[in-house]
DNA sequence: CATTATAATTGTACCGGTATAATTAATCAA
DNA sequence: TTGATTAATTATACCGGTACAATTATAATG
């Protein structure tokens, strides 16, 4: 096991408000608690505290305790949880078909936003998400060949950011997504199944590595009428 | 000076950031010169990297150091930092036109998100956002009166969260946010000057205090034209 | 019984220490 | 020059402590 002592108490203590199916402004047990029950000091605790309000499971409040953080609606994507769907729609069933995958030149947007040259390599992936049978996304993404030095399409087909942690060994650090909403092309239509000028939401992302190298740069267009998000946003930097 | 250590310090280092206009990728000073440049402890100096870190000012990598972090874009609406778009779009010129103001009784919905009953008087707070002189947003917010016990047209045509925070000296801790793209319909479309059915964007948020009570449920409706909107994600918790 | 003052509870700020892991720089061998 | 090994740098994990601030519970007061 090389999983963190505070991380591993984080995800137990998630795990036991699941289990309990404890609700909002449930109370968790007392620090000193939590410390001889995991065995830990007070800073190792607080540092897995935090990682849960940052996780949006829980929020502290000073003198009185802490408490669960539950949110009502179901089916909602995170938009924080930077990587797939996976975990946000898991009681959902939802699969991959892909258009296109190749090693070619970046176009120029791709290239200024992976930080390289117009000379570079890139491999290109062009796929459309389904959930539950209905179009979900359209999703182009360019990846830094120098750093994602090998794709197929069984990898594209599956989760490619669980290849890139696994198979390459690489880790993922922090991303900048983009949000807007506009009217859907003729083609982007037709992928989705929808009528040109429909609403759509298109979601630009650069993902980088811990190093902050930024090695995917990706485009995604929602179909409106299966699209729903959400966001947990903690006010701790006000 | 009520401002904490910690704050302070992350404060100094963003505003060393801004005015060196340090680019992504620049290193800052390690961490020991950092703690006997600002006379604090190892832990004090981390508590506030931390902080900037979440903020999305810098990324930290292990063995290596501390580096500036920046995203290329202006104009973007941060969904994170919370409240208002004073922060973000400081270059621009905001305003607010109220249209509707008066105590009364909750929707079932407002009523479900704040978590009181049908009884319950909320304020009622309905405006249109102005940016350079093109609307931007139709608002709509349900206010808890019991905990936001006063509003006239003057605050309301200001920030309403400054004076939340101010004048009522309530503290603002964490938010949900839930986003949909969808049509407009006729009344929203007047309001934005758009036509029905043109793309939107609807967030819905509602706002908790510090401990966990909800006291604000708002439904804004964006004009897609003028709205561009930016996230930035960590995976310290994947 | 309501109000106010006081005490107990509980989380946070800040200190500073040791050991360790990731990265980068320096050294050495082929 | 290249590649591998070693050393130096640097941030992180984890420990545990004191003082303090916010909240909540209790006691005192009228």
């Known amino acids: 096991m090389d999983m963190l002592k505070y991380q591993q108490i984080a995800n137990e203590i998630e795990k036991y408000i699941e289990d309990n199916k404890l609700q909002q402004g449930d109370k968790l047990p007392v620090l000193e608690t939590l410390m001889s029950q995991f065995e830990a000091s007070k800073s190792t605790i607080i540092k897995a505290l935090d990682l849960l309000e940052r996780k949006g499971v829980v929020f502290q409040v000073r003198g009185s305790g802490i408490f669960v953080r539950r949110h009502k609606r179901k089916g909602y ?8 769907f996976k975990e946000n729609l898991e009681d959902f069933h939802v699969t991959s078909e892909v258009i296109e995958l190749e090693v070619r030149k970046p176009t120029e ?12 390599d890139v491999y290109y992936v062009k796929r459309v998400r389904y959930i539950n049978g209905q179009t979900l996304c359209l999703e182009e993404s360019f990846y830094n060949k120098s750093i994602i030095t090998y794709l197929n399409s069984e990898i594209v087909s599956e989760s490619i950011f669980d290849y890139i942690k696994e198979g390459l060994g690489l ?23 929808l009528k040109a000028g429909s609403p759509k939401l298109c979601v630009e992302t650069i993902f980088h590595l811990t190093n902050g190298q930024p090695f995917d740069f990706s485009k995604v267009t929602y179909n409106y009428e299966q699209s729903q998000f959400f966001v947990q946003a903690n006010s701790s930097f006000l």
């Open 77 to 84: 994507i995170s938009l924080l949880s930077n990587q797939g």
């Open 171 to 193: 880790k993922v650090g922090f991303s900048d997504m983009y949000l807007q909403v506009d009217k859907l092309s003729e083609e982007e239509a037709g992928y989705l199944g």
């Open 109 to 120: 947007e791709a290239a200024a936003n992976l930080n390289i040259g117009r000379d570079e």
